[in-house]
Nanobody, 124 residues
Framework: QVQLEESGGGSVQPGGSLRLSCVASGTTYSTGYVAWFRQAPGKQREGVAAFYTDGGDYWYSDIVKGRFTISVDNAKNKWYLQMNSLKLEDTAVYYC?????????????????WGQGTQVTVSS
């Protein structure tokens, strides 16, 4: 079993930055994805960014590409989401996720473990 816990959410003005953190405890895996998803009110949860641990590949949704960066600290079993140039539409609950195996990175069915989420609010 894996437990995931996010931190770093909060409120920020448009154009600002936030850094989310996710720490994993329990069983460790060397395969699969570590990822960030988000869910805005009234919308489906969507994939934001992912890192494929087997191949070292990075994946981003087109909406956040160039503004968000996922990074991983394997030694600490942590991963991060640096969010820059935040927009009003980035407001959502952000979740970290972990898959054991490969699959479609942006499909939430790929993931086996989820954090409880952290709120990010972008407002002026």
């Amino acid at each position: 079993q894996v437990q995931l816990e996010e931190s770093g959410g909060g409120s920020v003005q448009p154009g600002g930055s936030l850094r989310l953190s996710c720490v994993a405890s329990g069983t460790t895996y060397s395969t699969g994805y570590v990822a960030w998803f988000r869910q805005a009110p009234g919308k489906q949860r969507e994939g934001v960014a992912a890192f494929y641990t087997d191949g070292g590949d990075y994946w981003y949704s087109d909406i956040v590409k160039g503004r968000f960066t996922i990074s991983v600290d394997n030694a600490k079993n942590k991963w991060y989401l640096q969010m820059n140039s935040l927009k009003l539409e980035d407001t959502a609950v952000y979740y970290c996720a972990r898959s054991i195996w490969a699959g479609a990175w942006a499909d939430e069915r790929t993931y086996d473990y989820w954090g409880q989420g952290t709120q990010v609010t972008v407002s002026s």
